[in-house]
C-alpha cells in the first residue's frame, strides 16, 4: 500500500509538473487565434509600395505570454521574426498586470485577477507572484533579455535619439529564415517601445512611475478593465474619471516625456485627459463608434478631441474594434478618422496577442496596405496611417536622450 501511495503521489506531481509546463501555451492558442481564410496575395505594385514604409504599430501584449520573442512561434500574432516579415519599423508592446475574472466590455471589478495564476504556471519570478509593479519590471526585463540575444535586430527605444538613430537605417528588402534566430537574419532592426496597460501596477503610490520610466517604460494607459486609484475605466463598475491622484501622474508623465495612452479609460476619463493635457494624446488601440458602436470605442467628439491635442487614433484588427476585421472593415474605420479630423491624426493598433482573434498576423499587414490602395488612399497618406504618424508623435514627445 505504501508503495501504491508513493507511486499514485509521484503521478500526481508529474501531473502537476506537465500542466504547469504545458498549460500557458494551451491558454494563449486558446485566445491569441488567427482565424478564416488568409487574405490574398497583394499586387506587385502594393508589395513594392509596402516594402517603403516605415511600419509602427502602437499596441501589442506579447510580452504576457511564455514565448521567445527572438524565434518564429507557432502560436500567438507577434515576434521578431513575423515583425520582420510584416517590413514593421517599431512595435509598442504593453505590460499587461492583471485583468478580472469574467472579463468583459461593460463592468468589471478589480477584486479579482487572472494573471497570478498565469504568472505562477510560467514560472516567473516570485517576485511577481503578488506585486503589480514586479510584473512590469519583468516584462521589461524580459524585453532587455530579447534584445541582447537578437545580433542587434531588436532595439529597444527610449529617446528621441534612439528613435533617428534607428530610423537612419536602411529598409531595403531583405533574405531572412522563418525557423531560425537572429544570427543568420539580414536587414534593419525593429523597434520597440514599453507601455503600460493600466497604471493599477503604481500599486498607489505615483513615485513608481520613475522606477517603471528607469526601467525603459515611455507610454501609459491610466486603466485597463477595471477602475482604480488613477481613474475610472470604460469597462469598470463606476466609470469616474481622472482622480487628483491620476492628475498628479499625467503631469509627471509629461515631463518625463512619456506619451499618454486614453485607450480603456472611462469616457469621463477621457474627457478629463483631452481637457488637462499639455502634450499629444494617444488611443493606442481601439476602434470609432461610427463604424462600430462598441461603448470602448471612441466617438467623433473624442476624436475630435485627441487631434486638437496634435494625438493619434490607433485602429485595431478585432471585432469589438472593427466589427468587420477584414483589411477592408480596418480601413473603413481609418477612413472616417480622417474624413473627421484629418490624415495626420490616424494609425495602427492593432491589439495583436492580446487574447483577440484576427484574420491575420503581422506578417501580413501588407494586407492593410493593399486596402488603402483600393479604398483610393494616396502612398503619402498610406505612409503617414502605417506608421508616418505614430512616428512623428514620438519624435516630438519622447524624451531627447
Not at 112 to 139: C, F, K, M, Y
Not at 305 to 326: E, L, P, Q
Request: proline share 4%.
Amino acid at each position: 500500500m505504501k508503495r501504491f501511495l508513493g507511486w499514485g503521489a509521484l503521478l500526481i506531481g508529474i501531473a502537476a509538473f506537465a500542466f504547469f509546463l504545458l498549460a500557458p501555451g494551451i491558454v494563449e492558442r486558446s485566445m491569441n487565434k488567427v482565424v478564416g481564410p488568409q487574405p490574398p496575395a497583394v499586387s506587385p505594385r502594393v508589395a513594392a509600395l509596402h516594402r517603403t514604409l516605415q511600419i509602427a504599430d502602437m499596441h501589442a501584449d506579447t510580452l504576457l505570454w511564455s514565448r521567445d520573442f527572438d524565434a518564429r512561434a507557432t502560436r500567438g500574432q507577434v515576434d521578431l521574426p513575423r515583425l520582420k516579415a510584416g517590413n514593421v519599423a517599431l512595435q509598442i508592446l504593453s505590460s499587461v498586470t492583471k485583468t478580472p475574472k469574467g472579463q468583459n466590455y461593460d463592468a468589471n471589478g478589480g477584486d479579482t485577477d487572472n494573471i497570478t495564476l498565469l504568472a505562477i504556471a510560467q514560472g516567473q519570478p516570485v517576485r511577481t507572484w503578488g506585486s503589480l509593479l514586479e510584473r512590469s519590471l519583468w516584462h521589461a526585463e524580459k524585453l532587455r533579455r530579447a534584445a541582447a540575444g537578437s545580433q542587434d535586430q531588436l532595439r529597444i527605444i527610449r529617446s528621441r535619439t534612439d528613435l533617428a538613430q534607428l530610423l537612419t537605417t536602411s529598409r531595403n528588402p531583405y533574405p531572412w529564415n522563418s525557423k531560425t534566430k537572429a544570427s543568420v537574419w539580414r536587414g534593419p532592426p525593429v523597434g520597440v517601445i514599453l507601455s503600460v496597460e493600466g497604471l493599477h501596477n503604481l500599486e498607489g503610490n505615483p513615485a513608481n512611475l520613475d522606477k517603471l520610466y528607469a526601467a525603459g517604460f515611455r507610454m501609459a494607459g491610466f486603466a485597463h478593465f477595471f477602475d482604480n486609484d488613477l481613474a475610472g475605466s470604460m469597462h469598470g463598475l463606476h466609470k469616474y474619471g481622472l482622480t487628483p491622484k491620476g492628475l498628479v501622474v499625467l503631469r509627471m508623465m509629461e515631463a518625463r516625456g512619456m506619451v499618454v495612452d486614453i485607450a480603456h479609460c472611462s469616457h469621463t476619463c477621457v474627457s478629463d485627459i483631452l481637457r488637462l493635457a499639455h502634450r499629444p494624446v494617444v488611443s493606442s488601440h481601439g476602434g470609432v463608434q461610427a463604424t462600430c458602436r462598441v461603448n470602448r470605442n471612441l466617438t467623433d467628439a473624442e476624436i475630435r478631441g485627441v487631434a486638437r491635442t496634435g494625438g493619434i487614433v490607433g485602429i485595431g484588427y478585432w471585432d469589438a474594434a472593427v466589427c468587420d476585421t477584414s483589411p477592408a472593415g480596418i480601413v473603413r474605420a481609418i477612413a472616417h478618422v480622417r474624413d473627421l479630423v484629418g490624415i495626420d491624426h490616424v494609425g495602427l493598433g492593432s491589439d495583436f496577442d492580446g487574447a483577440v482573434t484576427t484574420r491575420f498576423d503581422t506578417t501580413r499587414l501588407d494586407a492593410i496596405t493593399q486596402a488603402l490602395v483600393d479604398a483610393g488612399f494616396s502612398d503619402a497618406d498610406i505612409a503617414k496611417v502605417m506608421g508616418g504618424n505614430v512616428l512623428r508623435l514620438l519624435g516630438q514627445v519622447l524624451p531627447a536622450r
